[in-house]
């Protein structure tokens, strides 16, 4: 049996309505390279009911209010001064604490994250499909093999990792475009879809790509099903654009291939966080979220304890009011461990570290 999964995603309100929660302007991030990085952009699902948890937490920068691209400029409320928090407040103090600094520099870790972590796994059962399909389609599965092992060849640079990753990502998209000509798939649950089976993408020739995370196909082929698939399968602009909504891939060019490694690298490098995400209670980064009586919800650890927070004059309360959690993921914790060296190095920058956090500005009091 399945181990239960909890969706997530961002909504801009959560109402009550007859005994249960619903969403409004509901949207999921999707991840794309431009600029030659992964960017993230929300992509909106319909209002829907739900069961279980709902959190409050900031916006991210991707995030539409009301589903409409925010506002580019504008006067606002000018942010506090750097130098009179951090240096004539007792919150500058609490800032300057060693475990604060490093729960600062985590959170920054954390962000440079985000785009990644927005990535979903639809490749998880891949494998048994192929096996699957290369059974019941053998023609079309034994071309696949031979496209993949032209990826081996035109990609010598990749590491082992990568290369594993992008070979499974063409076999998986050809295999996908096959069954959408000839048969049907069936999905379950995708945690970064918020439950949704699948989402619909219209490609050209026809194409549509249903990404989620498939369960079982099945395949009914006729002659002129059978002419479609190959229709399809021939195109290369169409299999990198359904390879690129299974996992974002960078334009043909100067550099692509490396850029890739490296993003495919850090992503598989995040497994263990996309697993506890998907079935934790609790986000993986919790922002305001607090227990009384010392109590550690399950998968996490102290970051802040509540005697070093007691003796800058504050408690959690105080964590909660400023976005800091005290609480660390497990699968986040053994990351940083990792990244122990890069963290010691953001950790002595407090300056820098709550201008990003809070948003404060260097400017004189």
């Not at 082929?221 to 059978?226: C, H, L, N, Y």
């Amino acid at each position: 049996m399945d181990s239960p999964v909890f969706p997530f995603a961002w909504a801009e309100r959560v109402r009550r309505s007859d005994g249960s929660l619903v969403a409004e302007n509901i949207q999921v991030p999707l991840a794309h390279w431009e600029g030659g990085a992964i960017q993230v952009r929300g992509f909106q699902l319909p209002e829907r009911r739900f069961t279980g948890y709902a959190y409050r937490m900031p916006a991210q920068a991707w995030f539409r209010p009301d589903g409409k691209d925010a506002p580019s400029g504008g006067a606002g409320n000018c942010p506090p001064s750097l130098e009179r928090q951090l240096y004539a407040t007792p919150f500058g103090r609490f800032c300057r604490h060693p475990e604060v600094r490093m729960a600062l520099a985590q959170d920054r870790l954390a962000t440079l994250l985000a785009p990644l972590l927005a990535i979903p796994d639809l490749l998880a059962d891949e494998d048994r499909l192929l096996r699957d399909w290369e059974v019941e389609r053998p023609e079309a599965a034994l071309l696949a093999r031979r496209s993949s092992g032209e990826l081996a060849l035109l990609n010598p640079g990749l590491g082992t990792a990568p290369l594993t990753l992008r070979i499974r990502l063409r076999c998986a998209a050809l295999r996908r475009m096959d069954v959408a000509a000839v048969g049907r798939e069936v999905f379950r649950p995708c945690p970064a879809y918020f439950g949704e089976p699948h989402i619909r993408f219209e490609l050209q020739r026809g194409f549509c790509l249903k990404a989620g995370m498939v369960r079982m196909a099945n395949s009914w082929p006729r002659p002129d099903t059978e002419a479609l698939s190959s229709e399809w399968r021939s195109d290369p602009g169409l299999i990198h654009a359904a390879e690129t909504l299974l996992f974002p891939l960078p334009q043909p060019g100067p550099g692509s291939q490396e850029r890739f490694s490296r993003a495919a690298e850090a992503w598989l490098a995040l497994e263990p966080m996309r697993r506890f995400q998907e079935q934790s209670l609790l986000p993986l980064f919790p922002h305001a979220t607090i227990y009384p009586y010392g109590h550690v919800p399950r998968g996490f650890r102290i970051r802040i304890s509540p005697d070093s927070v007691r003796d800058c004059g504050g408690s959690y309360l105080t964590l909660a009011a400023a976005g800091l959690s005290p609480y660390l993921a497990d699968p986040f914790h053994d990351y940083c461990q990792q990244r122990a060296d890069l963290l010691a190095e953001w950790a002595r920058d407090v300056p820098g570290l709550a201008a990003e956090k809070w948003g404060w500005s260097r400017r004189p009091a």
